[in-house]
């Protein structure tokens, strides 16, 4: 079993910066791949970045260039630095991670077996 626990959400004007990170348990993390999804009120959860244990990165289309998925396997941490920051990136973001060596698609919460309990972001215009 692994516990995900999240810290970094606030309120933050348009245009500025929040970092997440989401501490895991376990000795395995090294071998999970990691993945943030956020959920909006009144909207399904979304996929935002997620990072491999292969060391592969993926982004949602929107947060390109704006976001930075970062993991430090030493301290069982993976970070979401989110710049440039968006009303519409508004939402309880939620860390995931997958189990050992898991093969799927990385974008897909099907593939992450384990969930935080999220941290809300607002960000304000």
């Known amino acids: 079993q692994v516990q995900l626990v999240e810290s970094g959400g606030g309120l933050v004007q348009a245009g500025g910066s929040l970092r997440l990170s989401c501490e895991a348990s376990g000795r395995t993390f090294s071998s999970r791949s990691m993945g943030w999804f956020r959920q909006a009120p009144g909207k399904e959860r979304e996929f935002v970045a997620s990072?491999?244990?292969?060391?592969?990165?993926l982004y949602e289309e929107s947060v390109k260039g704006r976001f930075t998925i970062s993991r430090n396997n030493a301290r069982n941490t993976v970070y979401l630095q989110m710049n440039s920051l968006k009303p519409e990136d508004t939402a309880v973001y939620y860390c995931?991670?997958?189990?050992?060596?898991?093969?799927?698609?990385?974008?897909?919460?099907?593939?992450?077996?384990?969930w935080g309990q999220g941290t809300q972001v607002t960000v304000s215009s």
């Open positions: 995931s991670a997958s189990k050992p060596n898991a093969f799927g698609l990385i974008t897909q919460s099907r593939t992450y077996d384990y």
């Open positions: 990072r491999s244990w292969t060391g592969s990165t």
